[in-house]
Every structure is written in C-alpha cells, then in structure tokens.
C-alpha cells in the first residue's frame, strides 16, 4: 500500500504537488511518504530516519550549501538555516534521509511531478544538494 500525507509543496510558476494527487508525470509522493512506505516494504538499510542526529547535521550542510550555491549565481531567495520554519526542515530531514536509504534515487526524485518545469538553476542546485548528503555519508562511513 502507497502512503500518501496530502501535503501541498508550492513549485513554482504558481503550481503546487500534492502529496496523493495525480501530476503530469502521474501520482505525486512526498519524499516523507515515499521513506515511510521503503520502512515498510522492509528495506535491510533503511536506518536512518528523519530525526537521527546524523541526519539532522547532514541536513543542515547540505540546506546552508545549496544556498551559498543559490547566492553565487545570484540567488537569495534561499533562506539561512535558522529562519527555515519547522515544516521546511523537517522536508529536509526527510529528503536526507530518503537519499540515505535510497543511494539510487535520483537527484530531482523529491520533486516529484514538477522535475519538468525547474529550471536549469534548480536542477543544478537539487544536484548539490545531493552531492553533499552522499559525500558526508561517504565520509561518516570511513574507518
């Protein structure tokens, strides 16, 4: 069964995705949905879940990263990490942990169905973002 939460996340261009209604690319799931329903399925990884310490750290570089990039190329609508509300890091958490457990889902995946409006700057800042998670998940795994 396919959780949905019926969340709205604002995309841009003046559209939203709902988490559980059909997009043009299909049914959208929330990136905290899609963790929710991999625990289910029983996933031998799935140990990292939105609230660990790790996750939250990891959040935090990988959010303060993607707006030093934002900023670079003239970008500040980026907030700093202390003026996100809660319910924009917890999307964080929960984004980070899904890349966590889910090494293979791709960059633009917690789009969902708007991957086809971003533009170029977004793409390359969804990228960064997650280049930086699976680098200090790399880097936490050394010996």
Not at 63 to 68: D, G, L, N, Q, W
Request: one cysteine or more.
């Amino acid at each position: 069964m396919t959780t949905y939460c019926g969340s709205r996340r604002t995309t841009g261009h003046g559209e939203a995705d709902i988490c559980g209604e059909m997009g043009p690319g299909g049914v959208h799931q929330c990136a905290a949905c899609e963790l929710r329903d991999y625990k289910a399925e029983g996933a031998k990884d799935a140990s990292n879940i939105a609230q660990d310490a790790l996750v939250k750290a990891i959040a935090r570089v990988a959010h303060e990263t993607v707006a030093a990039h934002n900023s670079a190329y003239g970008d500040y609508t980026t907030p700093p990490w202390e003026r996100l509300a809660d319910k924009d890091k917890d999307h964080t958490y929960a984004k980070v942990a899904a890349f966590l457990n889910n090494p293979s889902l791709h960059p633009t995946a917690h789009h969902g169905t708007s991957v086809a409006v971003l533009t170029a700057s977004q793409r390359a800042a969804a990228y960064v973002f997650h280049g930086v998670v699976h680098a200090i998940a790399r880097e936490q795994s050394r010996d």
